[in-house]
């Protein structure tokens, strides 16, 4: 088996490959002056069944996915066996449904594209919804980070703080966090205007007074979300807030903005790599891959 080391995760392939101990390729990449990607594997796959290491995150979503079909076509063509695309950020998959009439359902545009660039499987880490995956024509399967994002706080010494979802569909994450932290949990409830994107979000009695709370999501996007939960658990007197998510897209000033909004931490993981990315996803992804071999 071997690592293909895609370049928007560089870092993370070369971890999973130490941790594996299945060699690594290395991806030699660039972007022509019209902007198209181009991309070539450094190594032989003829034979192999390879794993390309490949996020989809802001900035660039597109040409990141476009990158990983390229890796894929280029895999096959190379006369790999199994190509196993891991994706730990997933582009388009919060456009799981056909929300308005006239949109589309991308992120099964997404999964048909990358099956006829030849991959065979995809490894994806805390989909949006885990129910996308069952629309895919190829085996999906999503891992879930946040046992590790919640050691990440036991480890600094917050065992037993509130566990807490930013909205009733998040509900499993807090719960999730709730096994490691050994504390409470619970959620807010958040409904979202689809022309608008504004969100309201209200307490559903929740009581954290003087409590430790660490908000999780699946996502921080702009902030916004992250945002309004902690005013809302400042106006209830938590003694801390923290907040932890998967995949820390920070569009614009969200890092900044919840900081003012009195969140005392904002951790991520290496989904998308950045200031914010301090849980690595390595350990995970790595066992996942082991399992399959
Ligand atoms: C949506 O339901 C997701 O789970 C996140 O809560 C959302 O994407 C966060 O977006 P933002 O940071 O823009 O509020």
Redesign the pocket.
Same mark, same amino acid.
């Given at each position: 088996m071997k690592v293909i080391c895609g370049p928007a995760s560089r870092e993370l392939a070369e971890r999973v490959s130490a941790l594996t101990c299945f060699g690594i390729i290395s991806v030699a990449s660039k972007i022509f002056p019209d902007g198209e990607s181009y991309v070539r594997l450094e190594g032989d796959v003829k034979g192999e069944n390879v794993v390309i290491v490949q996020t989809t995150c802001p900035p660039a979503q597109d040409g990141k996915l476009l990158q990983l079909a390229f890796m894929a076509d280029a895999a096959r063509r190379g006369g790999a066996r199994k190509v196993t695309a891991v994706v730990p950020y997933l582009a388009y998959a919060?456009q799981d449904k056909t929300f308005l009439t006239g949109e589309g359902v991308s992120v099964e545009t997404i999964a048909r594209m990358l099956k006829a660039a030849g991959i065979d499987e995809l490894i994806t880490v805390n989909i949006?919804s885990e129910s996308t995956l069952k629309q895919f024509s190829f085996p999906a399967k999503t891992l879930s980070a946040i046992p590790l994002l919640a050691q990440y706080f036991v480890d600094k010494g917050f065992k037993g703080a509130f566990a807490l979802s930013? *909205?009733k569909? &998040?509900m499993y994450i807090a719960q999730q966090a709730q096994t490691v932290l050994g504390g409470e949990c619970g959620h807010l409830s958040?409904s979202?205007d689809r022309y608008t994107g504004q969100?309201v979000q209200t307490t559903d009695g929740l009581n954290v007074k003087n409590q430790t709370v660490i908000i999780l *999501? *699946? #996502? #921080?996007?702009?902030?916004?979300? #992250?945002v309004g939960a902690a005013k809302i658990l400042r106006e209830q007197g938590a003694k801390h807030v923290f907040c932890a998510c998967v995949h820390g897209?920070l #569009?614009g000033d &969200?890092e900044k903005r919840m900081l003012d909004a009195g969140v005392e931490e904002i951790v991520g993981t290496d989904s998308v790599p950045g200031s914010i990315s301090k849980v690595s996803l390595a350990s995970l992804l790595s066992e996942e891959i082991k399992a399959q071999k």
């Open positions: 919060r949006h930013p *909205d569909g &998040a958040k979202r969100t *999501d *699946d #996502i #921080i996007s702009t902030g916004g979300t #992250i897209l #569009i &969200a």
